[in-house]
T-cell receptor, first 111, second 116 residues
Framework: GENVGLHLPTLSVQEGDNSIINCAYS??????FIWYKQESGKGPQFIID?????DKRQGQRVTVLLNKTVKHLSLQIAATQPGDSAVYFC??????????FGGGTRLMVKP | EAQVTQNPRYLITVTGKKLTVTCSQN?????MSWYRQDPGLGLRQIYY???????DKGDVPEGYKVSRKEKRNFPLILESPSPNQTSLYFC???????????????FGSGTQLSVL
């Protein structure tokens, strides 16, 4: 199951640098946001989430920032490693029972 | 090992030939869902199920059916597949509704379907 990269925005970073992946969400009523990582040939995996009553949440090497004013979500990866190469999706919960996913961003880490 | 298992991994079929993609989870999750992934469109939800015998349409349900007769299984049925259903399909499950109490969605490895 390859992700087709031709239509995906791509971010290329040097190994060891920090990465910032951005996402604009659509519904101001969304109250829960998640970042997923999808490696080649695999299903998406949960990275980190944040509720709308927060503007920042930190995990191990990852930080999610939420700006509700402009409906913007970002994922920051510190000291990017080759294993971070993947497609990253943001998702929002805006209808109670469903998640709506963004189109994805491909992160390429150069050694 | 806790996982979501879907089969087959790859499937090539012809227009109109009924097919079923199976999905099973071993985590006693109540919520299960099917997504399709297409270039530039991200993941779009086809159907979801809140519990046994409870299913609801997602964003793109046309041409698909699902059933939830048992908690662990959530098959995706294409009664008469068409070429526009060529896609990468993912099954996912979570303990409760995603977003409620921060429930996390677990995904299977995907089924690449080609309809000729």
């Amino acid at each position: 199951g390859e992700n087709v990269g031709l239509h995906l925005p791509t971010l290329s970073v040097q190994e060891g640098d920090n990465s910032i992946i951005n996402c604009a969400y659509s519904n101001s009523a969304s109250d829960y946001f998640i970042w997923y990582k999808q490696e080649s040939g695999k299903g998406p995996q949960f990275i980190i989430d944040i509720r709308s009553n927060m503007d920042k949440r930190q995990g191990q090497r990852v930080t999610v920032l939420l700006n509700k004013t402009v409906k913007h979500l970002s994922l920051q990866i510190a000291a990017t490693q080759p294993g971070d190469s993947a497609v990253y999706f943001c998702a929002e919960n805006n209808a109670g029972n469903m998640l709506t996913f963004g189109g994805g961003t491909r992160l390429m880490v150069k050694p | 090992e806790a996982q979501v298992t879907q089969n087959p991994r790859y499937l090539i079929t012809v227009t109109g030939k009924k097919l079923t993609v199976t999905c099973s989870q071993n985590m006693n999750h109540e919520y299960m869902s099917w997504y399709r992934q297409d270039p530039g469109l991200g993941l779009r939800q086809i159907y979801y199920s809140m519990n046994v015998e409870v299913t609801d349409k997602g964003d793109v349900p046309e041409g698909y059916k699902v059933s939830r007769k048992e908690k662990r299984n959530f098959p995706l049925i294409l009664e008469s597949p068409s070429p526009n259903q060529t896609s990468l399909y993912f099954c996912a499950s979570s303990l409760g509704t995603p977003g409620e109490h921060n429930e996390k969605l677990f995904f299977g490895s995907g089924t690449q379907l080609s309809v000729l």
